[in-house]
């Protein structure tokens, strides 16, 4: 097992470039678009998006692919969150020995997280500022590059909201099968698109050999996993194939729908701390 190097690029909304498997050595990351390097696969699905360069806060959410950071919702407004349409920088409270911090500032909430890769597993460390009592949700919202033999695993029979399209309606189930959708499998193309969440901490995608472990831990907020399983079935009008898989903060995709216990919940501290954990193995 390693830690997978990740490249982020802070002008273009914190967007991870690269989640790469293999490498080692203790390592600082701070984006900017510098080169990936190292070995290994490729783990992030892309795709040619002309607006991703040029967003602004409040733009329609353009599918690029990648790594892309929502917050505070998924769904809703803003669309896809507050986070991805604007420009990171460097965060100044770089405490000695440790590694660069990037930031974000959006009108009710401050993000910053740090990126650290040794030979067993990358951790980034997320904080969030704001005034007591703000509520949020949050998901990597990572798109994958998967064959269609690829697999996700989650702890069998927890529970699921199965979204069967854009809205706010779920449907409740226990993995990996919910109203005879087989959410485990990733593949192939079937023209059908859903999302899910799960309700679990962490997760791992199989894809032949290789394997993808994620996790997620927040004390006392609530944590999930999404899926978003597009098998050519969105957009309507040009749909593609493309597979999120999607540690969260929250239980629901639109903040605007969150139950009491549905969303994370900024303490009397003014800050909410997260940890995600990243891994990849190569089996025989």
């Known amino acids: 097992m390693s830690g997978p190097r990740v490249v982020t690029d802070r002008a273009r909304g914190g967007r991870w470039t690269s989640l790469r498997g293999g490498g080692g050595g203790r390592e600082e990351h701070g984006g900017g678009g510098e ?11 892309f795709r040619d998006e002309p607006r991703r360069a040029g967003v602004r806060p409040g733009d329609a959410f353009a599918d690029a692919g990648g790594l892309e950071e929502c917050v505070p919702t998924i769904r809703g407004t803003p669309d896809h969150g507050d986070a991805w349409s604007r420009v990171w920088r460097r965060a100044a409270d770089r405490p000695p020995g440790e590694p660069v911090a990037e930031a974000v500032d959006c009108p009710d909430f401050r993000l910053v997280r740090r990126i650290t890769t040794d030979t067993a597993r990358t951790v980034v460390d997320y904080r969030l500022s704001a005034a007591p009592g703000y509520r949020f949700l949050w998901a990597a919202h990572a798109l994958l590059e998967l064959s269609g033999r690829a697999r996700a695993l989650m702890p069998r029979g927890a529970a699921v909201r199965l979204y069967p399209d854009g809205g706010a309606r779920w449907t409740p189930g226990r993995w990996p099968t919910v109203a005879g959708v087989p959410l485990d499998r990733l593949g192939p193309a079937d023209g059908t698109a859903v999302g899910a969440v799960v309700d679990t901490s962490e997760v791992s995608v199989r894809d032949g050999a290789d394997e993808l472990c994620l996790s997620v831990e927040a ?10 399983r597009n098998l050519g079935g969105f957009p309507e009008d040009a749909p593609y194939r493309s597979l999120g898989v999607e540690p969260m ?36």
Not at 35 to 45: K, Q, S, V
Not at 251 to 273: C, I, M, N, Q, T
């Open 35 to 45: 080169d990936g390097g190292g070995g290994g696969r490729e783990w992030l699905w």
């Open 219 to 228: 004390e006392g907020q609530p944590v999930s996993v999404a899926l978003w």
């Open 249 to 284: 903060l929250g239980r629901v995709f639109d903040l605007a729908h969150a139950g009491e216990k549905d969303a994370a919940r900024v303490p009397a501290s003014g800050e909410v701390r997260w940890r995600l954990t990243l891994s990849v193995r190569r089996h025989p």
